[in-house]
Every structure is written in structure tokens, then in C-alpha cells.
């Protein structure tokens, strides 16, 4: 079992940045690939980014590319996600997921571990 707890989250202004971080607790979850994904106001969670186990690869949603950094220190047991240049549609709740499967996945239903959530507002 892999408990994971979203923080860095928060209220900021079009063109600023953030760094989220997930930290895992309850096994190491080195094996495991993760992602990001995330849930605005009536809509439903979507792919944001993910990466495999050594963080050796990634993938990011076309949204983000370019503006969002997705990492990982397994030492830690953390993974991270950087925003720049945020923006309003880039307003959610985000959350952290983990898989049991060293290789990095885009789509919810590929992941059996996720976060409460973090919220992101960004004002225009």
C-alpha cells in the first residue's frame, strides 16, 4: 500500500510559477511510475504529466508542455511538478498517482494509487 500527500499548492497570478510536490509513504515507491493529473470545476481529472520509475522518461499533455517540469527523488520518496508561466485554465485540483508498473502512463485508470488533491488557482 502507497499513501501519497500533495502539497505546494496555492493562489497565484497569470505568468508565475509553483512547484507541487507528492511524497509517498507506506513502501518505497521507486519501482513505481507516477503522474500528475488534475480536475477543474465540472470537469472531469485529466492527464497532466507522468514519469517511470527512474525519471528517465516523461510525457506531458500538449497544454503544459513547455511550462510544467515533472521529476523525482526516489531517495526521498518525492516527486515533484514545476509550473511556470501558469495561467487561468491552468486553475485545478491536482493530484498525485502512483502505479504498480515501472512504466510512465497518461490515462486515469492506469494508476492504482492517488492523493486527496491539491488546489491550484491562478488569477488572471
Known amino acids: 500500500q502507497v499513501q501519497l500527500v500533495e502539497s505546494g499548492g496555492g493562489l497565484v497570478q497569470a505568468g508565475e510559477s509553483l512547484r507541487l510536490s507528492c511524497a509517498a509513504g507506506g513502501r518505497t515507491f521507486g519501482g513505481y511510475a507516477m503522474g500528475w493529473f488534475r480536475q477543474a470545476p465540472g470537469k472531469e481529472r485529466e492527464f497532466a504529466a507522468t514519469?517511470?520509475?527512474?525519471?528517465?522518461?516523461?510525457y506531458y499533455t500538449d497544454s503544459v508542455k513547455d511550462r510544467f517540469i515533472i521529476s523525482r527523488d526516489n531517495a526521498k520518496n518525492t516527486m515533484y511538478l514545476q509550473m511556470n508561466s501558469l495561467k487561468p485554465e491552468d486553475t485545478a485540483v491536482y493530484y498525485c498517482a502512483a502505479r504498480r508498473s515501472a512504466v510512465a502512463a497518461t490515462t486515469t485508470y492506469e494508476y492504482d494509487y492517488w492523493g486527496q488533491g491539491t488546489q491550484v488557482t491562478v488569477s488572471s
Open positions: 514519469i517511470n520509475w527512474s525519471g528517465s522518461t516523461t
